[in-house]
């Protein structure tokens, strides 16, 4: 049976010139810059084109996701070519092991500027489906990498890796989530009221 963690194992320790490199990357950066978002937005003229929120609260959200996003992407898909000498592509991965630019906060620097960077698209579209396919879109990238990424990369730098992993979270950084639990009765608060509006929103809109 075909173990594509194994293969890509393999592929990892192979040597890629700085053409493949930029093939890679610019191929990469095709889908996640431009198909992906193509796709989430095709999908909200699709199904449920309903609004999700109101076009100024959508418009404020979506803006913000994009500038905390896009940095974070650039940052690490530059630390991938310039320190780990690959590519944001698993088939082209870095050749050093990397724990130290955006990948001290997070093990996933780019997904994280990633995820932020569709929901952007996604409530800049405002449409329930383009907002629904964004979630889903990401599970699946999560699902790849939980799955996929991160046991080919255990397999290639072994115990530095592991150590890493338990000590690096996944995708939201440690202040964060300790900002969210010193917080919590508030950002509690923020959400309860952001689904309130949506509910609103979806209702004015059904009686239309």
């Known amino acids: 049976m075909f173990d594509i963690v194994e293969f890509l194992v393999k592929r990892g320790k192979k040597e890629h010139g700085v053409a493949v490199r930029t093939l890679a990357t610019l191929l990469g950066a095709t889908l996640f810059l431009a198909g992906i978002p193509a796709f989430v937005l095709w999908m909200g003229n ?3 084109r309903q609004p999700v929120m109101l076009v100024l609260s959508a418009r404020i959200i979506s803006g ?4 905390i996003g896009i940095p974070w992407m650039v940052w690490a898909i530059i630390w991938q070519l310039v ?3 690959g590519t944001p592509v698993p088939v082209g991965p870095n050749k050093h092991f ?3 630019g ?3 906060f997070v093990r996933n620097p780019m997904m994280r500027g990633c995820l932020l960077y569709l929901l952007g698209w996604a409530l800049w579209r405002n449409q329930w489906g383009s907002f629904i396919s964004t979630i889903g879109v990401e599970v699946l990238l ?3 990498i939980k799955f996929i990424e991160e046991p080919e990369l255990a397999g290639r730098f072994g115990d530095a890796y592991r150590k890493y992993k338990k000590e ?3 995708i939201f950084p440690n202040y964060i989530r300790n900002c969210l639990e010193r ?3 508030f950002f509690e608060t923020i959400a309860a009221t952001l689904l309130s509006v949506m509910a609103i929103t979806v209702s004015l809109n059904a009686n239309k």
């Open 168 to 170: 690096t979270p996944f």
């Open 183 to 185: 917080n919590k009765i």
């Open 64 to 67: 913000a996701s994009f500038a």
């Open 46 to 48: 699709v199904f449920m």
């Open 142 to 144: 999560c699902l790849e």
């Open 102 to 104: 955006p990948y001290r």
């Open 83 to 85: 320190k780990g000498k």
């Open 98 to 100: 990397l724990q130290n």
